[in-house]
């Protein structure tokens, strides 16, 4: 049923393609509430003032999977492996620390995206092998 002839390196991709279009909906779902639309308008969403200082962090936050997207290709293994870790724990921190002002739409795509980080570090540490050993192939 899935196709195991997928290179790693693009299923990571693909993965991290999958967290952003994730990530991106999410957020544009959020406009149908009339609610959401009106906090915008103030300047405070959740109880969290929207500063620039905040529109900056939420830049390097969506900057990751775009990042990842490209480095999962490119990158040999075993600095794929460690980046492809890294990025999903801090992206994952960074979620879950939503949680306390998540409300039912929120949790669902935080489930998925969760799914997914845990994809990408198994598939990442799964699917790597030392580079020394791969070079003298």
Known sequence: MINDRIKPQTLLSTLWAFVLF???FRDLHQLGKKSFIEEI????????????????????LVEIPILMMLLSRVLR?????WANTVASVITLLVLVSALPTADMDDIFFM???????LSIIW???????PDTIQARS
């Open 41 to 60: 308008m103030a300047g405070v969403v959740n109880g969290i003032k929207i500063t620039d200082e905040l529109m900056l962090f939420g830049g390097f």
């Open 22 to 24: 994730n990530m991106i």
């Open 111 to 117: 489930i998925i995206e969760i799914m997914a980080f």
């Open 123 to 129: 598939i990442a540490w799964k699917f790597s092998t």
């Open 77 to 81: 293994d075993n600095a794929n492996k």
